[in-house]
Structure formats: C-alpha cells, structure tokens
C-alpha cells in the first residue's frame, strides 16, 4: 500500500463521522435535532487509486446528501453538501 493511500473502511468511517458532525453543527437548533453515526448510511463509494469518494446519506428527512472525496496526494478530504429539489421522470427513446 502506498503511503498516500487510506483504508476504505476507515475513509467510509471517516465519512459517516464527517456528515454527522457537519449536519449537527449546521441544522437549524429550533428543530432540537441531532445525529450520530448509526443516522448516516453509504450509498455508493468507490477507490481509484489513491482516491476515494462516496456519496452518503442520512435518516433525516430534509432532502439533504453529502459527497465526500479523498485527495490522497494531498492527504486531504472534501465535503460537498447538497439539498435534492427534484427527482424527475425523463422518457428516453430506445437507442439513445
């Protein structure tokens, strides 16, 4: 293993440890709402390389999914937060 490289199972622990400290320090405190690890849940992950990136979820009903990328060159991990507006139906012709 490179030195640059993370463990997946520890990145995808780092992930759910991320998203419930970012969603408790950002819901509204009127809502008395907050989370822990056992709220948050991995949709897809995958590792290329040095990199990882998985796009995880919570319990919570608000619309909201999180992407989180390791940078291993750079040792580094971004959060990208995201509020779903639409889940829309598009019919697509057979060979396209």
Same mark, same amino acid.
């Given at each position: 293993?490179?030195?640059?490289?993370?463990?997946? *199972?520890?990145?995808?622990? &780092?992930?759910?440890?991320?998203?419930?400290?970012?969603?408790?320090?950002?819901?509204?405190?009127?809502?008395?709402?907050?989370?822990?690890?056992?709220?948050?849940?991995?949709?897809?992950?995958?590792?290329? &390389?040095?990199?990882?990136?998985?796009?995880?979820?919570?319990?919570?009903?608000? *619309?909201?999914?999180?992407? &989180?990328?390791?940078?291993?060159?750079?040792?580094?991990?971004?959060?990208?937060?995201?509020?779903?507006?639409?889940?829309?139906?598009?019919?697509?012709?057979? *060979?396209?």
């Amino acid at each position: 293993m490179r030195k640059n490289n993370i463990d997946n *199972g520890k990145f995808l622990e &780092l992930c759910k440890q991320e998203v419930v400290k970012y969603f408790n320090s950002n819901v509204d405190k009127t809502d008395k709402k907050q989370i822990t690890d056992s709220d948050v849940f991995i949709v897809w992950s995958c590792k290329t &390389l040095q990199n990882n990136k998985a796009l995880v979820s919570t319990t919570v009903s608000d *619309g909201m999914y999180y992407e &989180l990328t390791y940078n291993g060159d750079r040792k580094e991990v971004y959060l990208d937060a995201y509020k779903k507006w639409e889940n829309k139906c598009i019919k697509v012709q057979e *060979g396209i």
